[in-house]
């Protein structure tokens, strides 16, 4: 079994910065990438930012400048700083990791979910 489990949302001012994380533990081969999403209330989930094992990112356009992906691979914890939030950043964050497991010799790759961590950007 694998899990992936979020920290550090929270309620946050305009303008200020949140760092959550993210942790992979269980039977884990190795990790493709991970990666932060984010669904407002009746809204679909987007993509926020990923990072893959080699460090290549991609944002989102709405976060580019504001917000930085990072990872510690010997940890298999992924880290989304946000800067400048915006209450259009309000939205459960939720990480995803595409892992790669072993069952003998056969290696398979699945992608796994958090449970999601809220944050709120009100005054």
């Known amino acids: 079994q694998v899990q992936l489990v979020e920290s550090g949302g929270g309620l946050v001012q305009p303008g200020g910065s949140l760092r959550l994380s993210c942790a992979a533990s269980g039977s884990i081969f190795s990790i493709n990438s991970m990666g932060w999403y984010r669904q407002a209330p009746g809204k679909q989930r987007e993509l926020v930012a990923t990072i893959t094992s080699g460090g290549s990112t991609d944002y989102a356009g709405s976060v580019k400048g504001r917000f930085s992906i990072s990872a510690d691979n010997a940890k298999n914890t992924v880290y989304l700083q946000m800067n400048s939030l915006k209450p259009e950043d309000t939205a459960v964050y939720l990480c995803?990791?595409?892992?790669?497991?072993?069952?003998?010799?056969?290696?398979?790759?699945?992608?796994?979910w958090g449970q999601g961590t809220q944050v709120t950007v009100s005054s």
């Open positions: 995803d990791a595409d892992i790669q497991r072993l069952a003998g010799s056969y290696k398979y790759t699945i992608k796994y």
